[in-house]
């Protein structure tokens, strides 16, 4: 059965409402109705007791491509209850699509839990932006920072055109050009793994805050972010709007160490070669002396893991497992100089 709105009303004590106007919402968003829930499942399947001839004709509208008007929800949260258009829903969802257009009357919760307060300001922040996108942050402030932004954003705009630039214009061009940029670099980077609690738009207001406002120094992960995160926001505008996302910088970093290994006697040459299959491996020399064989890897690693973790992991995790292996020893470079070969 679909929740019952009212239930999950009283629940929530979601009385205020702002108006969110006409959107598009994913079919399996809207989880209730506000006064037919008993007459279709959970899944918004009309029961099979309730005559069905309004559905088929509204399949048959949808089919033949007729436009017909938006349903009407409201919204807590982030989930949907009908309020007109139950029939319409249930046959975009019999038909596979993924979204309908509805007219939407958001009930604000007023409980005082964290959720409730953090969507709140979530909901505060979507009212002065407009923006059809949703950015989920999990600490309390935040969307403040975003606001700033936005804001001096917005005065660059102006100045440029000299001409006033409406705050929800600035908003979309700030989420388009400078917003989303940084995020495909985030994520590229997967530093998300080391934050399991947190969101991107987290690590996002993070890094922008400690590179474009606080400029914080001894920043944790701040090691390489200058190179790749310029230090004044426009500036780096600039750089990625010249740049295809797929020309976008990564937050990786490489480490060159060289790995000692004491080997079997009669396992050194295969071992060789399990080594130069290895794709952070660059070189394996056999040697003579105290160690059997020297290897040259070349690794990559976040901005947020260190030399030592990454390299740890790496001789752990593949080096070590290889039949052969006695004992390994690993030497990282401190000040290095190489020869240019080429001939020219």
Known sequence: MLKSFKEVQEQEAAFDTRDRGIRMVALNRIVGSVARYHDFDERFRIRSHLPAERLKKIKSKMREGKTLPPVKLYQIKNEYYALDGNHRIAAANELSYGEIQARILEFIPSKGSRENLLYREKAQFDDRTQLPYSIELTDFGQYEHLI??????????????????????????????????????????????HFPARTLADL???????????????????????????????????????LKETEYPEMLREITAFVLINASAKKEVRLVDKLINLEEVKEVHSVHGSVDIIAKVVLKRDLVSSDAETIGDFIHNKVRQLSGVISTQTLIPGYSKIKNTDEN
Do not use: C
């Not at 102006?158 to 670099?185: C, G, H, R, S």
């Not at 996002?204 to 920043?219: C, N, P, V």
């Open 148 to 193: 700033e932004q936005i804001s001096r954003h917005q005065d660059y705009l102006e100045k440029n055109a000299a001409a006033p630039v409406a705050f929800q214009k600035a908003a979309k061009d700030w989420y388009e050009t400078i917003y989303e940029p940084l995020i495909a670099i985030i994520k590229n980077g997967d530093l998300i793994r």
């Open 204 to 242: 996002y207001t993070f890094i922008s805050a400690h590179q474009w406002e606080r400029k914080d120094h001894g920043l944790r992960y701040g090691i390489g972010i200058s190179q790749l995160v310029s230090k004044n926001m426009e500036d780096f505008r600039k750089k990625m709007t010249k």
